[in-house]
Nanobody, 121 residues
């Protein structure tokens, strides 16, 4: 089983920054892809950014140039640096991890419980 834990959310003013962290633990030996999703009230969950084991990243158009995703592969930890935050970035942010089950080639995945980000004046 994979445990995923997010941290780093909070309240900031427009133009501010936050850094979210995602840590995967349990029966996972390596991460294949880690993604950050967000869900605003009344809206569907959407992919914000993801990073692969090879370091390739992709970003939603709404956050390109403002958000940067990185990871520490040795620690199965990833980060989402969010700069120039806007009120429309307000949402619950979730981390989703897919990787290899420890000692096997089986794929495992899991969601975190989310962390809140609120951007307002």
């Amino acid at each position: 089983q994979v445990q995923v834990a997010e941290s780093g959310g909070g309240s900031v003013q427009p133009g501010g920054s936050l850094r979210l962290s995602c840590a995967a633990s349990g029966s996972i030996s390596s991460i294949i892809v880690m993604g950050w999703y967000r869900q605003a009230p009344g809206k569907q969950r959407e992919l914000v950014a993801q990073i692969t084991s090879g370091g390739s990243t992709m970003y939603a158009d709404a956050v390109k140039g403002r958000f940067t995703m990185s990871r520490d592969s040795g620690e199965n930890t990833g980060y989402l640096q969010m700069n120039t935050l806007k009120p429309e970035d307000t949402a619950d942010y979730y981390c989703f991890v897919t990787g290899r089950r420890t000692g096997t080639t089986a794929i495992v995945s899991g969601w975190g419980k989310g962390t809140q980000v609120a951007v307002s004046a």
